[in-house]
């Protein structure tokens, strides 16, 4: 492919739009009810806060990740198909006016929408009727400069701000995000994760989870409160342990012929041993978790162990012991019914979580735009609120949609350039022809343009 050298250059068409996927997207979120939910919960002193708020929403799907970027949405022909577009600084200075009460108010909201967004497009969260995980985890979004509320170095040793996220998927469908938070840069992993749990289980059930609901963690959350909570709301948990004593000895008890051999049909990468490996072995046992507190806050449950064959054995941990010196054990608490093999399986799908931290850092959360920490929290929000909308717009689109990543979803549905004609008070957009995903977005044009059913 080459450029061709007689070719002249000008930005004068006010009829051309860059991205003519946001109008059914954005029609999806009406659908879904996202205007209406920020009119009737959102009470920001400042005026039209909802259409701002939908501003935001609709840039992050464009691409946005700044206040800046926002004014993506004002181009061409974009306020023929669009409203309630407002200025970059005006979206600033309403961003700024929030609190911690208004950014609960729009975590009730996204949870609302991600219900209303199930309900148009039941293939969501395909499968969670009978099976739903709710995947818990943090990062920190590293930030510069001294001036940002709440920046502080955390426990990657980068200073920042830490993000909490509770991700809901199921063994058929892609993973949506059903709770965030924005904290301070130095606050512990598993702090707040017991409130973050019980908010996450609560959506899942009111999206239509209503089967068995697990809630899965890294042994940062290894916490009395979380699995309390998970157990309070009647899901089972799944919560990496660290290697104390009490582990260690109920791991060294386990008999030898109680391990049973498993292989990979996809290797895994073993980041402690830093190869990938096709082979491990399981057990179990029984245990009794946080024993150091009263007999009724006590938590019965099966310890589940996987090992991996140590390829340099002078690498065990000193004071461990010559158990310990040809393996090296990874243990988690459960409650479930799962058997031993399944119960390692469905664990490791944690990682799940990962994809959707690095599908946020990689867009709307590439940057803490404000130097308000309030500001911050409810750009969070907003930025999960238009990761689910997408989410939703990849499944009305087409099966290889539902499952793909965000930068994909943006490039082939949502950045299509199209030019706006109007006839008879009607307005119609001209799309490119031979477009690769022309098939998929008419499905989702489809969708989000279908009259409602009627409800009785």
């Known amino acids: 492919m080459q450029a061709l050298h007689t070719i ?26 996202l205007q209406q939910l920020l009119a009737e919960r959102l009470s920001v002193s400042s005026p039209n806060a ?46 700024r006016t929030f609190t911690f009460g208004h950014v609960r108010q729009l975590d009730a909201v996204s949870s609302q ?17 009978a099976m739903a995980f709710v995947d818990i985890d943090d990062t920190i979004r590293e930030v510069h400069g001294y001036k940002k509320q709440g920046v502080a170095y955390g426990y990657s040793g980068v200073k920042g701000l830490n993000a909490q996220l509770a991700v809901l998927s199921s063994p058929t469908c892609a993973p949506v995000i059903a709770a965030s938070r924005l904290r301070k840069g130095n606050t512990v992993s598993g702090q707040g994760a017991a409130n973050l749990a019980a908010a996450a289980i609560a959506t899942a059930r009111r999206a239509g989870a209503c089967g068995q609901v697990m ?31 009490a582990v260690t000895r109920a791991i060294a008890a386990i008999p030898e012929e109680a391990w049973t051999t498993i292989k990979y049909p996809r290797a895994i990468w073993d980041q402690d041993e830093q190869r990938w490996i096709s082979e491990a072995q399981v057990a179990e046992t029984s245990f009794t978790a946080f024993t150091s507190a009263r007999k009724d806050e006590q938590v019965p449950c099966r310890l589940v162990v996987r ?26 608490v459960t409650n479930s019914r799962l058997t031993t093999v399944a119960a390692d399986e469905t664990h490791r799908d944690h990682a799940i979580v990962e994809q959707v931290i690095a599908e946020l850092k990689s867009g709307a959360l590439a940057h803490a735009p404000s130097g308000k920490f309030d500001a911050n929290a409810a750009w969070l929000t907003l930025a999960c609120l238009a990761f689910n909308l997408l989410r939703a717009a990849g499944v009305a689109a087409s099966v290889r949609h539902a499952k793909a990543r965000w930068a994909t979803l943006r490039t082939q549905l949502v950045a299509i350039p199209a030019r706006v004609a109007s006839s008879a008070r009607r307005q119609t957009l001209h799309l490119p022809t031979n477009w690769p995903w022309a098939h998929a977005w008419n499905n989702l044009w489809a969708t989000a343009t279908a009259i409602p059913a009627a409800t009785t």
């Open 8 to 33: 002249d250059a000008k930005f004068d068409d006010a009829n051309l739009i860059g991205s003519a996927g946001l109008v059914p997207v954005m029609r999806l979120a009406e659908r879904a009810g």
């Open 50 to 95: 909802a259409v701002k708020a939908g501003c935001v929403v609709a840039g992050m799907v464009a691409g946005a990740d700044s206040i800046d970027d926002l004014d993506v949405l004002r181009h061409g022909g974009m306020a023929k198909v669009v409203s309630g577009v407002r200025a970059p600084s005006t979206v600033g200075t309403f961003l």
């Open 113 to 129: 929408v991600l219900a209303g967004l199930a309900g148009v497009v039941p293939r969501l969260l395909a499968g969670s009727e």
């Open 215 to 245: 809630v899965r963690a890294d042994s940062g959350y290894y916490r009395r409160d979380l699995i309390t909570a998970a157990r309070k709301a009647k899901a089972w948990f799944s919560v990496t342990v660290r290697m104390s004593s």
């Open 307 to 332: 090992r991996v064959e140590r390829l340099n054995k002078a690498a065990a941990a000193a004071g461990q012991g010559e158990l310990f010196a040809s393996w090296r054990h990874h243990g988690f």
